[in-house]
């Protein structure tokens, strides 16, 4: 069974500043992929990035960032130059090779302060 | 080009009645995905559709059941509510073959309360 944990349920930042979300997960998986969703007050889930588990170099998108420590199950996520934009919640999320289900974890809700 | 729309946005129903969810996927996608989100907590997978199969499913009882039709759109139906089905409710579209890569479309979900 996989799971997915992110151990801060509330964060928050300066704009501008730089912040670091939390998540570790669980799997006896060899081959699989971790992403963070955005999850505005809209409710829609945003694809943040997204990092395949075999690629050992740090998925980059723009202002964000991953720490991706596989032998440690740790999955964090670094947002630079925070915008009040940001202001969201955080999903964690894991899916296997086979690509059907994400397993999520339980969400930061972090706020951008100006 | 359109995204994921469902319907409705919001809707109150009673304790033991029955709910009908409405999904149309992305423009090109053909495999369609539900989520439950209850307050406070990560989406849970409930069950996918793909060639109007259901193809897998999550830890959910028979009580949630889905169908996809021809055009790819796709409805979560759920009987006997209870007050916990009381959630948001996620679909997401997909293509079939290589998912993972092409990526998922998440709509806004449905909210729905039972009271």
């Known amino acids: 069974a996989q799971t997915v944990t992110q151990s801060q349920p509330e964060m928050s930042v300066q704009e501008a500043e730089t912040v670091t979300l939390s998540c570790t997960y669980d799997t006896s998986e060899n081959n699989y992929y971790l992403f963070w969703y955005k999850q505005p007050p809209s409710r829609q889930m945003i694809l943040v990035i997204r990092?395949?588990?075999?690629?050992?170099q740090n998925a980059t998108e723009n202002r964000f960032s991953v720490n991706f420590q596989k032998a440690a199950k740790s999955f964090s996520l670094k947002i630079s130059d925070s915008q009040l934009g940001d202001t969201a919640m955080y999903f964690c999320a894991f899916m296997t090779s086979a690509g059907n289900q994400f397993y999520f974890g339980t969400g930061t809700s972090l706020t951008v302060i100006p | 080009d359109a995204g994921v729309t469902q319907s409705p946005t919001h809707l109150i129903k009673t304790r033991g009645q029955q709910v009908t969810l409405r999904c149309s996927p992305k423009s090109g996608h053909d495999t369609v995905s539900w989520y439950q989100q209850a307050l406070g907590q990560g989406p849970q997978f409930i069950f996918q559709?793909?060639?109007?199969?259901?193809?897998q499913r999550g830890n959910f009882p028979d009580r949630f059941s889905g169908h996809q039709f021809p055009n790819y759109s796709s409805e979560l139906n759920v009987n006997a509510l209870l007050l916990g089905d009381s959630a948001l409710y996620l679909c997401?579209?997909?293509?079939?073959?290589?998912?993972?890569?092409?990526?998922?479309?998440f709509g806004s979900g449905t909210r729905l309360t039972v009271v």
């Open positions: 997401a579209s997909s293509s079939w073959w290589r998912a993972v890569w092409y990526g998922y479309t």
């Open positions: 990092q395949e588990a075999y690629k050992q």
């Open positions: 559709y793909y060639e109007e199969e259901e193809r």
